[in-house]
């Protein structure tokens, strides 16, 4: 279970994202029942939800703009777990977990860079991601 750097989604394989998709559930679910458990990703019950449901519209919005299918009365469920009255206030775009940091983008770099060596994700969808991960490594050198 992970939940991959917020900046990482834009370039994830398709399978990823939808993985990823499914992790939001499955940690909602979890998180409900009160077993979440799960050293990867329990950081998350440690902030306001509306941080989750922030991460869960960035892997929608991409899934969206990839026209990969979802469904909405999935997307209904995270949203009523994390939402309340005052929600009408989230900010996406700045709205990011701390632990999503630089060395954790790295780790998760490597990770990936991990699933491409193995085989796993193939060279056309690592070249999205060794693209970002130049670029990054670049403003890391100024």
């Not at 939808?18 to 902030?47: F, M, P």
């Not at 869960?56 to 469904?71: A, F, G, L």
């Not at 209904?76 to 775009?93: A, G, H, Q, V």
Request: hydrophobic content about 35%.
């Amino acid at each position: 279970m992970r939940l991959w750097h917020y900046s990482l989604i834009s370039v994830l394989p398709d399978k990823m994202l939808v993985s990823q998709w499914r992790e939001c559930i499955a940690i909602k679910r979890q998180w409900e029942k009160g077993t979440l458990k799960h050293r990867l990703v329990n950081y998350v019950k440690d902030y306001d939800k509306k941080m989750f449901l922030a991460y869960i519209y960035r892997v929608i919005r991409e899934m969206q703009n990839r026209n990969i299918s979802y469904k909405t009365e999935l997307f209904t469920e995270l949203y009523d777990f994390c939402s309340n009255e005052e929600i009408t206030k989230l900010i996406l775009d700045e709205s990011n977990y701390p632990e999503h940091n630089d060395r954790y983008l790295r780790q998760c770099l490597f990770n990936l860079q991990e699933k491409y060596d193995r085989g796993i994700i193939p060279e056309e969808e690592w070249q999205p991601i060794q693209k970002f991960w130049d670029e990054f490594e670049k403003k890391q050198e100024k």
